[in-house]
């Protein structure tokens, strides 16, 4: 009997690229690799690479936890996944991070920007509206664990401080500022200012590459000084900054280990994030055929290329292990000492604080445990390592080893009409809340409700509900 030159591995529904509209799709094994294999009856036949390491694949599999429900719901189930958001009762996963846009003008207009950023844009949130998108995520979490501020760029917002102080006086655990950094490097007194929000307060850098040419590909200017100066001026007042790289096949992805190398070396920075492109917005000289990267593959890019993680220091997140890992390390005396590989994943789900194993270092054993404070009282400020590990940065701060000790490294990616895959997509827990109070997962907020993109998805609907009749 003839066999065919793949392991059919599952099925999952994904969305045809070109029409958005919802495809049956088989996940399949070959030639060590694993594809998505979807048929859209208007516009044939796709092939999508999602993985090179069938192995990592599995395993992401295994990192499977009860879902953490918001306290409400926005929308109703009418239509399914992906076109009910949201958030719908169908949904698995509650805002992790919640990012409200201020404005979608920008002092840039990158090649490669989701939200279709410029100068030339020039809507402008007003104070209203933003704590209403604000009040959207308390009323969905009451306490929400990370609440991004972005645009656009946040920080060009004519009121960007009144908009940081509306933050604070809100009950979210911790506040990042997602920005280019261009006025970060261009004002001191700026820099100096953001200081006071300091702590529960994390600006979110983007950093994309050392290279000239490569952030001309990205960004369409030559960055390197204006984050040399904002890396400067975010170190003389140890503002806690995460590195934020987005990454694209063949033009930065060899700068892996060398940006992880720097974010060590630097104080104030906690960790580095690595996006691959998300196609959606403005991607300028991309080709999905041949620029696209695969979480396993930047997964084995940090493996390859840094001196500190090895593969058991980056594991799937488990409240969306398909789309995010994540390795942490802890900066003692001069020495960095990854965390991750050193915990019995079993911890992440079932919460048996006990089970945590540590292959040698006794003194490291006991500042792990005070530095996560295992045994806190509900009551308390501080966060456990369960905690940290399931979503992004809440770490509490104790007596001698704080925010400061910590490094961490993120995959973070985005699905898109290519890597569509709906059972993934309910666990979504990165969110953008619409200015109408509805909060959406990131990757179908892109592809179908930013701005004229709701115009296909009412065709779509239409279409749905014109078949339902029939």
Wanted: charged content about 25%; overall charge negative.
């Amino acid at each position: 009997m003839p066999n065919r030159p793949y392991i059919f591995y599952e099925l999952t529904n994904s969305i045809c690229s070109k029409c958005l509209r919802k495809t049956e799709a088989k996940v399949i094994f070959e030639n060590d690799q694993v594809f998505l294999v979807k048929h859209c009856r208007h516009h044939g036949r796709e092939k999508v690479l999602i993985s090179t390491d069938i192995e990592y694949y599995k395993k992401c599999r295994e990192f499977l936890k009860r879902a953490e429900m918001p306290y409400r719901w926005n929308t109703s189930i009418q239509y399914g996944c992906p076109y009910d958001c949201g958030l719908c009762p169908d949904h698995e996963q509650h805002s992790c991070l919640a990012l409200v846009e201020v404005t979608d003008q920008c002092n840039l207009q990158c090649p490669i920007c989701y939200a279709e950023s410029s100068p030339k844009k020039q809507k402008w949130r007003p104070l209203e509206e933003i704590e209403k998108m604000f009040d959207a995520i308390v009323k969905n979490e009451r306490e929400p664990d990370i609440v991004q501020i972005s645009g656009g760029e946040p920080t060009i917002h004519p009121q960007f401080f009144e908009i940081l102080e509306m933050a604070k006086s809100k009950p979210i655990k911790h506040i990042m500022v997602n920005t280019n950094g261009i006025k970060i490097a261009q004002d001191k007194k700026f820099a100096e200012k953001l200081a006071r929000y300091m702590p529960g307060f994390e600006i979110y850098l983007q950093f994309d590459s050392f290279e000239k040419e490569a952030l001309i590909d990205l960004r369409g200017v030559d960055l390197r000084a204006v984050r040399e100066k904002a890396i400067e001026h975010l170190n003389e007042y140890n503002i806690s900054t995460t590195l934020v790289v987005t990454l694209k096949k063949g033009v930065n992805d060899q700068e892996v280990g060398k940006i992880i190398k720097y974010g060590l070396s630097q104080q104030a920075v906690r960790g580095v994030t690595f996006q691959p492109v998300q196609i959606a917005g403005r991607t300028k000289n991309f080709n999905p055929a041949t620029d696209r990267l695969t979480l396993s593959e930047v997964r084995s890019m940090i493996i390859e290329q840094s001196e500190v993680f090895q593969a058991d220091d980056i594991i799937p997140v488990p409240c969306h292990p398909d789309c995010l890992a994540m390795g942490y390390a802890l900066k003692l005396n001069g020495e960095v000492k990854p965390l991750t590989g050193m915990i019995d994943p079993h911890i992440l789900l079932e919460g048996d604080q006990n089970t945590i194993v540590f292959e040698q270092d006794e003194q490291l054993k006991h500042k792990v445990f005070e530095l996560f404070s295992l045994n806190h009282s509900p009551g308390s400020s501080a966060m456990s390592l369960k905690d940290l590990l399931c979503c992004l940065p809440k770490v509490a701060i104790p007596e001698n080893i704080s925010y400061n000790n910590v490094f961490r490294v993120i995959i973070m990616q985005f699905l898109d009409a290519y890597n569509f895959d709906v059972r993934s997509v309910k666990k979504s827990c990165v969110h953008i809340v619409h200015h109408d109070g509805r909060i959406i997962p990131f990757d179908t907020y892109n592809l179908f409700y930013r701005d004229s993109l709701e115009n296909r998805l009412k065709e779509i609907q239409t279409e749905m509900a014109m078949t339902a009749h029939e």
